[in-house]
């Protein structure tokens, strides 16, 4: 038997996803695991997530050819060094119910002669991977996105890279803030979820963590800078997610405009707590927001090695049929869970009882 595997990354681009693809690529058209197994592969590249597989015209060569890509060892070699995704990615919805394509959709998947999806995502990507199971279509997932909020999994790609950048720009920032006497409040991504936040502030040792799940008072954060206030330090870090919100205020969005999962684009916070620290203490402060850059550059270490067992994980699923399922990482151990919980549970939150200090607005000083 021959089965033609389909690879797409959806959402938000992330390191890691360049590696994902290869090893799925590897791991399907490797001669020495060919020549024992019942099944063999050929393997292609979607462009630019769900939006390829909808827009494209199968009948086209020139459309097929923009779309899709063949995909082979020679080919991903030495995608996993770098940092984005070769094979572009969208954040298309087939199944947005205001433009439903998802029969398009279907059809080109039938025409395109593909039998099974790899899509690689976070809860958007892979709610349609989701949606296409239940229609009968094989798919299994793999999980990305920075925020690392996906349920089911301890690990999503991208999140590693992602704290490291935040790492990295905080400790240039140190030296300034602290020539300057200033107080630095450095915006982290995280729409819904406050792993970026919390993690990139524990390991650069910020002084205050904000994060979406717990509302913060701006009088006790100010109490918190001016408690410091004579101390040895002469500059304090605040770290604050896209997504936290002071009492009794909603997120900061950029614009009223939404995508095609009804997403807004979050950001503006900092200014807001770098401004009200400023009128409320009178000390210097200065904001900086992180955007895109925590999705750039090449993937660390974690990153790689996780794309590389994620994406073997993805093929050995293929193999025993097991569809409808995410590559995960539970307890250290790589397994796989249904992407119906992935999709149906909600995400992963930060739970403030194990990791967040209330009063400190920071990270847990008792662990055990
Ligand atoms: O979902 C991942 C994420 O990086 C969020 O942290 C952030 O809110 C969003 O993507 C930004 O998306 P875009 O690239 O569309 O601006």
Redesign the pocket.
């Known amino acids: 038997m021959a089965l033609r595997i389909a690879v797409l990354t959806g959402?938000?681009d992330s390191p890691g996803l360049n590696g994902a693809i290869k090893w799925v690529t590897k791991t399907a058209l490797d001669p020495r695991l060919a020549a024992r197994r019942a099944v063999s592969f050929s393997v292609v590249g979607v462009m630019d997530g769900w939006k390829g597989l909808v827009d494209i015209d199968p009948d086209d060569p020139v459309s097929r050819a923009r779309h899709i890509q063949n995909l082979d060892e020679e080919t991903v070699r030495t995608w996993d060094r770098y940092g984005g995704t070769n094979l572009g990615t969208s954040?298309t919805n087939p199944f947005n119910p205001k433009n439903d394509r998802s029969q398009r959709l279907i059809e080109n998947i039938e025409n395109l002669g593909i039998d099974v999806i790899v899509a690689i995502g976070?809860e958007d990507t892979l709610g349609v991977a989701y949606q296409l199971h239940k229609l009968g279509i094989k798919t299994v997932g793999i999980p990305k996105?920075?925020?690392n909020d996906l349920a089911g999994t301890e690990y999503s790609l991208g999140f590693d890279t992602a704290v490291n950048v935040i790492m990295e720009e905080i400790d240039r920032l140190r030296t300034t803030a602290g020539s300057h006497s200033r107080i630095f409040v450095v915006e982290t991504?995280?729409?819904h979820a406050g792993w970026l936040a919390l993690y990139g502030g524990e390991c650069s040792g910020a002084f205050i963590i904000l994060i979406p799940e717990y509302p913060f008072n701006m009088d006790h954060l100010c109490e918190l800078l001016q408690e410091r206030e004579g101390r040895e330090i002469r500059y304090s870090i605040v770290v604050v997610s896209?997504g936290a919100k002071p009492l009794g205020m909603k997120e900061f969005v950029k614009d009223m405009k939404t995508?095609d999962f009804g997403h807004q684009?979050?950001g503006g916070i900092a200014r807001y707590v770098a401004d009200e620290i400023e009128k409320r203490t009178g000390f210097e402060t200065r904001y900086l927001i992180l955007s895109?850059l925590q999705?750039g550059g090449s993937p660390s270490a974690r990153d790689r090695l996780m794309a590389r067992r994620f994406g073997i994980a993805a093929v050995d699923m293929i193999i025993n049929e097991d569809f409808g399922r995410m590559a995960s990482l539970v307890r250290g151990e790589i397994t796989s869970i249904p992407l119906k919980e992935v999709v149906t549970q909600g995400l992963k939150v930060v739970d403030l009882e194990r990791h967040y200090d209330r009063e400190r607005y920071n990270g847990r000083r008792s662990i055990l």
Do not use: A, P
């Open positions: 959402g938000g954040r976070g996105t920075i925020d991504m995280g729409r896209e995508d684009s979050l895109h999705r």
